[in-house]
């Protein structure tokens, strides 16, 4: 997959790099739209300046980070996935542990802020209401029920969240023994 995915990069890259020589003519003097960052795996790897629309990025630190192997010959650049990259069992197993981690902190974090948007937004404005309302029985007594159903679901909110603060011990510790 690895392969598949270096050599579709490849591909576009020579491609572009083709048409990027072709119109190279027409790129002096063009103006630089803007500067982006090329990252893998939230490194950086190289700079890349925007014309016409197009990106224009180095090709060697691009064929760097996508694992391809390149070499010059005359004025041809060669980019060729000679470097194997294989996934092991045990590679595979550590990616699917990482994005099942990832998974359970995203998780973590929204619970985080729903309860932390309930506690200190809703439950206060409720119960202010509540107070308002106390001398209107139906419409008190319905606002201190809603106000008891919300503490209700903090409660539940922070048992998933020591369920799920339990699923990323459980992984670190897989992770840990397959790094080992």
């Excluded at 997959?1 to 063009?30: H, P, R, T």
């Excluded at 982006?36 to 990106?55: M, Q």
Aim: proline share 2%.
């Amino acid at each position: 997959m690895k392969k598949m995915i270096s050599g579709v990069i490849a591909g576009v890259l020579l491609i572009g790099g083709a048409s990027a020589f072709a119109a190279s003519n027409n790129l002096i003097g063009q103006k630089v739209q803007g500067l982006f960052s090329i990252e893998k795996n939230g490194a950086k790897i190289a700079d890349a300046v925007i014309i016409n629309g197009s990106a224009y990025a180095p090709v060697r630190s691009v064929a760097e980070a996508t694992g391809a192997e390149l070499t010059v010959e005359g004025k041809k650049i060669i980019m060729s996935d000679d470097l194997k990259t294989t996934i092991t069992p045990k590679s595979a197993l550590l990616l699917n542990l990482n994005s099942q981690r990832d998974q359970v902190i995203r998780e973590i974090a929204k619970r985080e802020a729903g309860i932390q948007n309930i506690e200190s937004d809703v439950i206060p404005t409720h119960d202010q209401l509540a107070e308002e309302l106390a001398n209107n029985g139906t419409l008190g007594k319905q606002q201190l029920e809603l106000v008891e159903s919300l503490k209700k679901q903090i409660v539940e909110m922070k048992a998933e969240l020591v369920t799920l603060n339990q699923q990323l011990v459980e992984i670190d510790a897989k992770i840990s023994a397959l790094l080992k």
